[in-house]
């Protein structure tokens, strides 16, 4: 097999914060859609082919964190879909808990990192527009846990 069959983005760019994401991502989906304890979640996921080459903290700052978090953080982005959370795919639903855990958390990535990130994921494992649905609800979120960021990116 090929890298690029082993991966839905076969860039060899990948950071290894963007590869610890990607591997959240796989992760929350497991966990949503099998409602595992996260131990078992992380223990597969650092298991898989690759993970070497993540960033483990932030693997596990991400998983641990947006499953501790997932009630408080659906909270926060909640408002801003037009459907029911329960209603969201799995992947989009994943992606916007890993978006809406670093907007709130990890303040010293900008928060246009943390959209566009969230958008590569869901253009790389998600549906076809679903990209521009995150992007959306991401872009307004930020606006709400982050204004000044944003207010001062505006004015640029």
Known sequence: MTDKT??????KNRTPRHR?????????????????DAST????????????????DHFSALLYGAIKDSVA??????????RGVAELSPIEHAVLLIGAYELKNNL???????INEAVELTKSFGGIDGHKY???????????????????????
Do not use: C
């Open 6 to 11: 082993l991966h839905a983005n076969p860039s």
């Open 20 to 36: 610890a994401r990607e591997f959240a991502l796989q992760g929350l989906y497991q966990w949503l859609l099998n409602n595992e």
């Open 41 to 56: 979640v992380v223990n597969n996921i650092r298991s898989a082919h690759g993970f070497d080459k993540a960033d483990g």
């Open 73 to 82: 953080l659906r909270d926060t982005f909640a408002p801003l879909v037009d």
């Open 108 to 114: 010293e990535i900008p928060y246009r990192v943390v």
């Open 134 to 156: 995150v992007n959306g609800v991401l872009d307004k979120l930020a606006a709400k846990l982050r204004p000044e960021e944003v207010a001062a990116d505006k004015k640029r």
